[in-house]
C-alpha cells in the first residue's frame, strides 16, 4: 500500500508518515495513562493501528503484532478501567508478590516461546535472522502484552515493565528505520518514571498508613 510506505523528510531521513503520527498518540496514551483518564484506550488503539501499519511496512513483524495485541488489549483496558470507575475514581495497587511472579514468568517463558515461532516461520527482520535478533523482537512483543495487561489492571509495576521493554526498544527501533519509534521510546524512558512515581504517590495517598509504618 503505497499511501503507508509514504514518507517525509525530517533532519535528512525519510520518517514513514504512519510512524510519526503513530508514535504521536503513543505519547498521548502514557499521559493521559498519568493522569488515569479513560481517554488512555482509544487513543492507544489508534496509535496502535498506525503503528501496526508502520511496522508491516518496514518488516518488523514482532512489533507489528505487538501492535495488534494493544489495540485487543485496549479495548480490555477500556472495559477494566471502566469496571473500576463506576462509583469512584480508579484506584491503583502495586501488584501482589503472585501477580509479579507471573508477570516474570510470562515475560520469560513468552519471550522463548514466541523467539521459537518467530524464528521457526521467519516471521522477525528477515529469513535467516540470528537467534539474538529475533528474541529482541519477541521481548518487545511479550512485554509490552505484559505491561499493557498490568495496565488494564492498574497495577503501578506496569511502569517497570515497560521501562525493561524500552531498554531493548530504542536499539531495535533504531536498526528498524523506524527513527521516530527510538526517539519516542527514549522520551517514554523518561514518562514511564515520571508515571511511576505519580502512581505510587497516588497509591500512598491512598493508604496513609503506609506512610506511618515507614
Do not use: C
Not at 39 to 58: D, E, N
Amino acid at each position: 500500500m503505497s499511501w503507508v510506505d509514504a514518507s517525509i523528510d525530517i533532519l535528512g531521513r525519510p520518517v514513514k508518515w504512519t510512524d510519526l503520527i503513530g508514535n504521536v498518540f503513543a505519547l498521548a496514551t502514557v499521559a493521559f495513562a498519568m493522569r488515569k483518564s479513560m481517554w488512555t484506550w482509544p487513543v492507544q488503539f489508534t496509535g496502535s493501528v498506525l503503528l501496526f501499519l508502520a511496522s508491516i511496512s518496514a518488516h518488523v513483524t514482532g512489533n507489528a503484532l505487538k501492535q495488534a495485541l494493544f489495540a485487543v488489549l485496549a479495548v480490555y483496558g477500556w472495559w477494566k478501567w471502566r469496571q473500576g470507575t463506576q462509583e469512584q475514581a480508579l484506584a491503583v495497587r502495586p501488584a501482589t508478590g503472585g501477580e509479579r511472579w507471573r508477570m516474570l514468568a510470562a515475560l520469560v517463558v513468552g519471550t522463548v516461546v514466541v523467539t521459537i515461532l518467530f524464528k521457526a516461520f521467519d516471521l522477525s527482520w528477515y529469513p535467516g535472522a540470528s537467534v539474538a535478533v529475533v528474541a529482541s523482537d519477541a521481548y518487545i512483543f511479550v512485554g509490552g502484552a505484559v505491561a499493557t495487561w498490568a495496565q488494564g489492571r492498574a497495577l503501578v509495576d506496569f511502569w517497570v515493565v515497560w521501562v525493561l521493554v524500552d531498554l531493548v526498544g530504542v536499539p531495535v527501533a533504531f536498526k528498524s528505520g523506524l527513527y521516530v519509534s527510538g526517539a519516542v521510546y527514549g522520551v517514554f524512558f523518561v514518562m514511564v518514571l515520571t508515571g511511576f512515581a505519580k502512581w505510587l504517590r497516588e497509591y500512598r495517598a491512598a493508604r496513609p498508613e503506609l506512610v506511618a509504618a515507614a
